[in-house]
């Protein structure tokens, strides 16, 4: 069980129970990210080629989830295609 008081000037507290002892609090850490820089040229190319690529799967299914993977198959390796090209 643990008291938390609030970051504000406040008289009220937080009283926050565990089914279980917790190990530690939460820390955080930081996380590197990996960062890809998009030139004017990669965005003009990616803009061109969304706008004349046309997101229809050429084999339709009845079910609605298979189609959206589809599609975002499709739409995450339009950035990979453009930086390539």
Do not use: C, W
Not at 1 to 8: D, N, P
Not at 55 to 81: C, M
């Amino acid at each position: 069980m643990r008291v938390i008081t609030s970051v504000m000037r406040s008289d009220h507290k937080a009283v926050v129970a565990y089914p279980q002892q917790p190990n530690s609090a939460r820390v955080n850490v930081p996380t590197r990210v990996t960062y890809r820089k998009v030139t004017p040229n990669q965005h003009a190319r990616f803009l061109r080629q969304v706008s004349e690529d046309e997101f229809i799967n050429p084999q339709p299914t009845q079910h609605v989830q298979e189609d959206f993977d589809y599609f975002y198959k499709v739409a995450l390796g339009l950035p990979s295609q453009v930086q390539s090209a």
